[in-house]
């Protein structure tokens, strides 16, 4: 117990179990307790073998620092979510084979697992949560609650349980439930309390928005009030497609003066295992005591938790597809010098390269802003000039265009458009030539009204920024550079960029607000009618001129086509574009 004492432990004890996180890999145990693994992992969707192997790993290495339990996230076997592919028979059976070889490799080792899995039921699929003693399966619980709204869509897959089972381990009695489960007061959590559960084990795949932590943890809260019953909450970690998920497992139970407390939480963003001490409850008080040695990393602000999601989800997103890098095109804007830092700090300059592709309008201040930003990150900056290939195609179309025919270069939007969409053939070239991933630089302000060109500069692999506006970006960009600053470093974006005035540079003296109301404005209206759903007179109600909103609404639903051509992009809010928000592009109703 000395040894313990110098390393820190944390105990937790209620009316049923005493548990004790334990900072270290040494750790022993009496004949009444034991160490459970708590064990955030970053499956790949659809890689059976390899997520086997992942599973198996950290089941070693728990089982080396003394554990005899190891619970891992909802559906970690197939990834989440698996979406189609559990439609296909074949992924079915390899599935199965795979947990054959899984228990197989389990019984070997002589460890207990509880994982996220696939069961059949008499009418479909569910989503089940299997116990596994020592490589034999000793029972499973199914999901209850199928969430079917924003980006979930599990009852096109499962169907749902309609049983609780209870499970004795080594003196406590596990109830397991599957992420939405513990979303609702009733069942199945009141059929768990009634049968003596005295632990839950909570599996999740809870992807993340902004502040989704609070939210997680203040439902857990409202649960253990309603119940009594402490909750070890699993969650996975990783991106897939658009959707990040951030981890942040936790313990959370009362204390001895009937206050709830997190026990401990899982670093945000980043695969974790952490170990706790189970035991049956003895004659002591009830009571909860933090020692030090086991500290939490300061909450991270809302720039830093959004800055990490948008980093996670590019690096699982190129390295889970296999491709080598990525490529963009750096125009000194705002939204290219963000994007760019952002693929720097996550891939490695190395795997970075810029294309700055200058036309006739491009103003002398981009340019040097771009070298200034490929320098610093030490990414890859290549240059080369549209203005003769510009030429050759209105040349080319000339006979075509006739009366319609510009006189003057960039005052017709076809002169325009056409000159992004020569970057974008030229930026696809080097891409595909590289075997690396185009990543698009537009933001989600852009996006909601069409200022974009289809084709242009939404065409891409991947959008980081895709669900951030405006003033979110240059936030963030603020952000990065004072990061920067902290350590020493040079800024990666030259203060110029944060305080010219955006303009795509696509005619003489352009300006963003040409054609958009200035962004604080634009952003007020998006973030209500696209994020809060209000109608024209709410916002009018709210101070916001009728007419400027009407506007924005109309560019909005009017361009919903171009969204829906979009690449996928990493989800930060609650309605990004994409599974949040799907409406129809040939739509008669209006909200006006």
């Known amino acids: 117990m000395i040894r313990e004492d110098i390393l820190g432990t944390t105990w937790i004890a209620d009316e049923a179990i005493i548990v004790r996180v334990i900072p270290t890999t040494l750790v022993t ?3 009444m307790e034991f160490i459970l693994a708590i064990a955030q992992v970053n499956p790949h969707v659809g890689a059976l073998q390899e997520n086997m192997r992942m599973m198996l790993r950290h089941v070693r290495a728990a089982q080396a620092a003394g554990a005899a339990l190891v619970v891992f996230p909802e559906l970690v076997l197939t990834g989440y979510p698996p979406e189609d592919l559990l439609h296909k028979p074949l992924f079915l059976q390899r599935l199965a084979e795979t947990e054959q070889q899984l228990h197989q490799e389990l019984t070997t080792i002589g460890i207990d697992v509880i994982y996220g899995t696939v069961r059949h039921g008499g009418e479909g699929l569910f989503n089940a949560g299997v116990f596994t003693w020592a490589g034999q399966e000793v029972g499973y619980a199914a999901k209850w609650r199928l969430p079917n709204y924003g980006v979930f869509d599990e009852q096109r897959y499962f169907i749902p349980g309609e049983r609780v089972k209870t499970f004795p381990y080594r003196g406590v009695m596990l109830g397991i439930t599957i992420c939405e489960d513990m979303w609702h007061t009733g069942d199945p959590l009141a059929r768990l309390a009634a049968e003596g559960a005295g632990l839950i084990i909570n599996l999740n795949a809870s992807p993340y928005h902004l502040q989704k932590q609070n939210e997680r943890e203040r439902v857990i809260q409202q649960r253990i009030e309603e119940y009594g019953i402490p909750v070890v909450y699993v969650n996975q970690v990783g991106g897939q497609d658009e959707l990040v998920f951030d981890g942040g497992s936790f313990v959370m139970g009362r ?3 009937g206050t709830l407390q997190r026990l401990l939480r899982c670093r945000p963003f980043a695969e974790d295992v952490r170990l706790l001490r189970v035991g049956p409850r003895t004659e002591a008080p009830v009571w909860l005591q933090a020692v030090t040695g086991v500290e939490e990393s300061a909450p991270l602000t809302p720039e830093e938790e959004i800055y990490q999601a948008l980093c996670l989800g590019l690096r699982d997103y190129v390295t889970k597809n296999g491709f080598s890098g990525v490529v963009l095109g750096l125009s000194g804007g705002i939204d290219s010098a963000l994007t760019a830092v952002i693929c720097a700090d996550t891939l490695g300059a190395e795997r970075v390269e810029a294309l700055m592709m200058p036309s006739r309008f491009t103003a002398p ?6 070298a200034a930003e490929a320098r610093i ?3 890859r900056l290549s240059e080369v000039a549209i203005d003769g290939l510009f030429t050759q195609f209105r040349q080319q179309l000339a006979p075509l265009w006739q009366a ?11 002169d325009e458009n056409l000159q992004p969409r020569i970057r974008a053939t030229l930026l696809m070239a080097v891409a595909n030539k590289r075997h690396k991933l185009l990543i698009t630089t537009g933001n989600k302000s852009e996006m909601s009204v069409g200022y974009a060109t289809l084709y242009g500069d939404m065409a891409g692999g991947y959008s980081v920024l895709k669900d951030l506006l405006k003033g979110m970006v240059y936030r963030l960009a603020s952000a990065r550079n004072q990061w920067a600053i902290m350590r020493g470093e040079e800024p990666p974006i030259p203060e110029r960029v944060l305080t010219r005035a955006p303009t795509a540079e696509l005619r003489p003296n352009q300006k963003d607000s040409d054609s958009l109301p200035p962004y604080p404005v634009l952003d007020d209206i998006l973030e209500r009618y696209v994020e809060q759903e209000q109608s024209l007179e709410e916002m009018v109600a709210a101070g916001i001129d009728r007419q400027t909103a009407r506007q924005v609404i109309e560019r909005v639903d009017r361009n919903e086509y171009k969204r829906r051509q979009a690449p996928p992009g ?14 129809p592009l040939t739509n008669g109703f209006s909200v006006q």
């Open 570 to 583: 990493v989800r930060i809010t609650q309605r990004a574009f994409g599974k949040d928000r799907r409406y």
């Open 404 to 414: 319609e025919q510009s006189t003057t270069a960039g005052e017709d939007v076809t």
């Open 365 to 370: 201040e981009s340019l040097e802003d771009a």
């Open 255 to 257: 204390d001895g003066h």
């Open 377 to 379: 990150l030490g990414v």
């Open 29 to 31: 145990v009496t004949p």
